[in-house]
Every structure is written in C-alpha cells, then in structure tokens.
C-alpha cells in the first residue's frame, strides 16, 4: 500500500511559480507511474502530467506543456510537478496519483494510489 501527500499548494500572482511535491510512505517501483492532475471548480478532474518512476517517458497535457514539469527524487521517494508562468485556469486542487500496474496511461480509473490534493490559487 502507497500512501501520497502532496503539499506546496498557494496562493500565487499569475505570471508566478510553484512546485508541488508529492510524498510517499514508501519505495516506489521503477515501473510506477506518478501522475498529476487537477479539478477546477465545476469542472471534471483532469490529467496533467505523469512520469515513469524509472524517469521517462512524460507526458503532458497540451495546456500545460512547456509551462509544467514533472520530475522525481528516488531517493526520497518523491514526485514534483514545477510549475511556471501560472495562469488563473490553473486554479484547481492538484492531486499526485500512482499507477502500480506501470499501464502508462492518462486515464484516472488506472490509477490506484491518490493523495489528498493541494489547493493552487492563481490571481489575476
């Protein structure tokens, strides 16, 4: 069983930065994939990013490619997402997620582990 704790969320100026990290209470597999993803509100939650724990491939929503980056630390058994030039669409809870089956999707159902989500903020 993985337990996930995101934190970094915040209140941010739009044009502005945050990271979020995602922790787990374990050693995560090489094969796992750690997605991020997001629910505005009104809105359906949906993907953002996700990364192989091995470190590649990524993958990234249009909407956020080239803004967002999704990283990990193996050795303290944690996901980022680095965010950049934040816009007030990007206001949303962010949840980390882990695919234990390594299916390599972005399909929320695939993933098994999800953290308790982080609020970001972005004003105008």
């Known amino acids: 069983q993985v337990q996930l704790v995101e934190s970094g969320g915040g209140l941010v100026q739009a044009g502005g930065s945050l990271r979020l990290s995602c922790a787990s209470s374990g050693r995560i597999p090489s094969y796992y994939y750690m997605g991020w993803f997001r629910q505005a509100p009104g809105k359906e939650r949906e993907f953002i990013a996700r990364?192989?724990?091995?470190?590649?491939?990524?993958d990234y929503a249009d909407s956020v490619k080239g803004r967002f980056t999704v990283s990990r630390d193996i050795g303290k058994n944690t996901a980022y997402l680095q965010m950049n030039s934040l816009k007030p669409e990007d206001t949303a809870v962010y949840y980390c997620a882990a695919d234990r089956l390594g299916s390599g999707t972005r399909d929320e159902s695939k993933y098994n582990y999800w953290g308790q989500g982080t609020q970001v903020t972005v004003s105008a």
């Open positions: 990364i192989r724990w091995s470190g590649s491939p990524t």
